[in-house]
């Protein structure tokens, strides 16, 4: 399994992005993927996951509301739609996916296959 990600960039406060995971490989139809970031100096964090076939969706506390995880099957890609961003969303972020659901979908320990990250700067 090979991980992808891409769009991150220079935004604004207030302003949007979506970044993109590729996804190849599989099949994934029980495999749980995720968003994670790391910010400078600090511990990688969760950001939203899902089941790729579908009907399971979780978000970190500090993105509820603002950001959404979605898939495209057919494309084998998944999005981390972000809005409302700010400057504490300033960050690395990563994709990530393991061969089956957790319970314990927050920690990055869980996650076998990883992407090589896409930076993210909000500007004030």
């Known amino acids: 399994v090979q991980l992808q990600a891409s769009g991150g960039g220079l935004v604004q406060a207030g302003g949007f992005l979506r970044l993109s995971c590729a996804v190849s490989g599989g099949p994934f139809s029980n495999y749980a993927l995720a968003w994670f970031r790391q910010a400078p100096g600090k511990e990688r964090e969760i950001v939203a996951a899902l089941r790729w076939s579908g009907g399971r969706y979780a978000y970190a506390d500090s993105v509820k509301g603002r950001f959404t995880i979605s898939r495209d099957n057919a494309k084998k890609t998944m999005y981390l739609q972000m809005n409302s961003l700010n400057p504490k969303d300033t960050s690395v972020y990563y994709c990530?996916?393991?061969?089956?659901?957790?319970?314990?979908?927050?920690?990055?320990?869980?996650?076998?296959?990883w992407g090589q990250g896409t930076l993210v700067t909000v500007s004030s």
């Open positions: 990530a996916a393991r061969g089956s659901c957790t319970t314990n979908w927050g920690s990055a320990s869980e996650y076998d296959y």
